[in-house]
């Protein structure tokens, strides 16, 4: 778990967890938000469940930091023992490459607009599993991390600072409603212990 | 020292019959004397017609001269008689003739002209130059209570003036060519400059001290006359280009606009749309406003901080307000009141966070105080207000506190960019540390970092990548998860995304050279390594 990471650089985040439905693979993304007593806050963290990710949404502020970073929730695939990374790939369709994202100004202009069902990048294991990591939050899309690409294993080590995925900033007016549909960590670990009961009990 | 001579008759008989005021027509002969123009109006008609109906040239001299006989000083700025008194609208009602009261049936037109409002400067050197108005002015300035040792004094006429001086001039052109001689538009004396001949000196002596041009202290007039206001319209359809439309001043029809087309615009046109001579108002200007302001004045110092609950300016979010007080207002409060300004601006070479404390010899600041109506503070006086500061509150306390010059903010915006900083850190780590796994920080210099934008202030500023360097470093060892750091850092260096790494986003961080997760528990700013403003003897 991502205990001894929740501090350092993502002590200023609060996480929230999103779940997906179907696939056999359930995982959970984590999404954390800013908490923190600065002016400044970061975003949510978004920790996706289902395939796992956790956005962080960092701030303690609403109307001030909205920005989020997305990174994968503990119970994703990929973060299981055993699993090995062979490639990340950010072009996610012949169109689309996130990493030809390019924003300029303050108001982030150029920015690739993101529904929650955007897919940011695919990412495949030894085991010939491919997952594809959605972007869970309506926003622009800031930054992907291009740290991983050269170094998969940082996704590994520390999904939630150095291995995070992406950066997106909601709209101002959606900045509130960005964690409605989302998880707390507490009810991210009911849905977990849930599945784990009712796998083991059937 | 020009005044009228025989040449100038004809225009003196041509502006008078068409109802120009006397102080227009010297304007026009170009006469540059200013203290002709200070003469009292009612002596300046009756010359005038003297002048007209004289032929001798020893009694235009004396009529004009320079030199003041004693009755005219004496009665150089009074209006007790009453022939000069405007009657209700503001119309100057009848001045007797110069000459014994015999209407002549012959200068019956020029008797008539008198009374009528300027057709030129539309009273503007008429009623606007009487001591009553004057009066008026400084009633005003006196009642705004500023504090002032010298003045400027700044008018602002209605745009129709130039139309009607521009005809008047082409009036004048036409009758001096039939003589052969030419009047070029820039001889004639400018309204504005003649004006201030007149005011100056009645203003200075009512206020008790003198213009000067370069003085921090203005006081302003502005003229209008609605009932002359269309007469720049015809400027619009045949000098379009001119006039474009502006989204936020009321008119189209600006004096800058309205001389520009003037320049261009031919003869024929001209003429052909404006009467000329111009005709005369029933009305005088109206003086629309009478301002008072002084120049802002710059109060510099330096500030100590030395609460983690402070922010730098005022955190209002939805009005309201989200934190007490902040170190603009703690300072600023007490400079408002004593100088007695309207508003200020208060800017800092570079600031800190809301948790940081601000130590050593404190962070350079300057405040401009917009429109103060006091101004004179001794040396004294400054130390006197830096202690009150100090002794209003524990959060912050000020230094070297001075008035400064708007040129020396300069410098302090120089010192945000260019100069270093010093602070202190206290720093946690998650796995265990000893004193010889941070001791080689000491030997770094001249560290190279690569900072992308902080997540935290990304909603906010653009996503740029920035260099800065770490000159040096000295570690402190607490214990096994903590330690002090102190570094020197070059500006604009984000130290807390140094210690903690920032997702990987500042590279390399302390985190990445100890192995270690880190995180910042404490940051106090030590010195701003910039010598401004000067350091006062405390």
Redesign the interface.
């Known amino acids: 778990m991502a205990a001894a990471e929740a501090l350092g650089a993502a002590r200023y985040f609060t996480r929230w967890y999103k779940t997906s439905r179907g696939g056999r693979a359930r995982t959970s993304a984590c999404c954390s938000t800013p908490t923190g007593t600065g002016r400044d806050c970061a975003g949510a963290a978004l920790s996706t469940q289902g395939h796992g990710f956790a956005p962080l949404r960092h701030g303690n502020c609403q109307s001030c930091c909205r920005i989020c970073v997305i990174t994968l929730a503990e119970a994703h695939p990929l973060l299981q023992p055993g699993k090995t990374i062979t490639s990340i790939n950010y072009q996610i369709s012949p169109n689309c490459s996130r990493l030809q994202n390019k924003v300029s100004g303050k108001s982030k202009r150029g920015a690739q607009f993101l529904t929650e069902l955007a897919p940011l990048c695919r990412i495949a294991s030894s085991d010939g599993e491919e997952y594809t990591i959605y972007s869970c939050i309506r926003g622009r899309l800031i930054e992907v991390n291009e740290n991983i690409l050269s170094n998969p294993a940082l996704l590994q080590e520390k999904p939630s600072t150095e291995g995070y995925i992406a950066v997106v900033l909601p709209k101002f007016e959606e900045s509130k409603s960005v964690t409605q549909g989302l998880l707390t960590p507490e009810e991210y670990k009911e849905v977990l212990l849930k599945r784990q009961n009712s796998s083991s009990g059937s | 020292m020009s005044s009228l001579t025989e040449k100038d008759r004809p225009i003196v008989q041509l502006l008078l019959s068409a109802g120009t005021c006397p102080r227009c027509i010297f304007r026009f002969c170009r006469v540059g004397s200013q203290t002709l123009y200070r003469h009292p109006y009612k002596d300046l008609m009756k010359d005038l017609k003297q002048f007209l109906e004289g032929n001798q040239e020893e009694e235009d001299r004396a009529c004009f001269d320079v030199a003041d006989p004693p009755c005219k000083r004496f009665r150089h700025g009074h209006t007790e008689e009453g022939a000069d008194d405007l009657n209700q609208n503001g119309v100057l009602s009848q001045i007797p003739l110069a000459n014994d009261g015999n209407a002549d049936v012959e200068n019956s037109d020029v008797e008539n002209s008198a009374v009528e409002v300027c057709n030129v400067c539309l009273g503007i050197l008429q009623e606007f130059c009487e001591i009553d108005f004057v009066k008026k002015m400084c009633e005003k300035v006196n009642s705004s209570d500023f504090q002032f040792t010298s003045f400027v004094f700044s008018v602002s006429l209605p745009p129709q003036l130039s139309v009607r001086e521009h005809a008047a001039w082409l009036l004048v052109k036409q009758e001096m060519g039939k003589l052969d001689l030419s009047l070029a538009k820039d001889d004639i004396v400018q309204l504005k400059e003649a004006y201030k001949w007149i005011i100056h000196p009645q203003l200075s002596e009512e206020l008790g001290v003198p213009t000067d041009g370069k003085s921090l202290f203005e006081v302003s007039v502005v003229f209008a006359h609605p009932e002359t206001d269309e007469e720049c319209r015809f400027l619009a359809t045949v000098c379009p280009d001119c006039f474009k439309p502006a989204k936020n001043k009321q008119s189209v029809f600006t004096r800058m606009a309205v001389i520009k087309a003037l320049e261009k615009i031919k003869e024929e046109d001209f003429l052909k749309h404006f009467p000329c001579p111009p005709s005369s108002p029933k009305n005088l200007c109206v003086a629309l406003e009478i301002q008072c302001n002084n120049g802002a004045v710059f109060v510099a110092g330096r500030y100590n901080k030395y609460s983690r609950n402070l922010?730098q300016t005022p955190?209002i979010?939805?009005g309201e307000r989200?934190l007490e007080s902040s170190v603009e207002e703690l300072i600023s409060e007490h400079l408002m009141a004593e100088f007695k300004a309207d508003s200020f601006n208060f800017s800092s070479s570079g600031r800190e966070?809301?948790?940081v404390r601000t130590l050593g010899n404190g962070r350079p600041f300057a405040i401009e105080l917009v429109n103060p109506h006091r101004i004179h503070f001794t040396a004294e006086e400054m130390k006197g207000f830096q202690q009150t500061i100090n002794n209003s509150s524990d959060k912050i306390q000020v230094r070297d506190l001075q008035l400064v010059t708007r040129e020396a903010i300069g410098r302090m915006k120089e010192g945000e960019e260019e100069k270093t900083k010093t602070y202190s850190a206290l720093i946690?780590t998650?796995k265990t540390i000893q004193k010889e796994h941070i001791a080689f920080l000491d030997d770094i210099k001249e560290l190279k970092l690569d900072q992308?934008t902080?997540?935290?202030?990304?909603?906010?500023?653009?996503?740029a990548l920035r260099c800065r360097i770490i000159h040096t470093m000295k570690s402190q060892y607490i214990d096994e998860h903590h330690f002090r750091l102190h570094l020197k850092t070059q500006a604009g260096t984000y130290i807390k995304?140094f210690v903690?790494?920032?997702?990987?986003r500042t590279k390399p961080n302390i985190?990445s050279l100890l192995n270690r997760?880190?995180?910042i528990l404490e940051l106090d700013v030590e010195s701003v390594d910039i010598d401004w403003p000067p350091a006062l003897e405390n």
Do not use: A, S
């Open positions: 922010p955190w979010i939805d989200k966070d809301v948790d946690w998650d992308k902080p997540l935290r202030v990304l909603h906010r500023r653009p996503l995304e903690h790494g920032d997702f990987g985190g997760t880190t995180d």
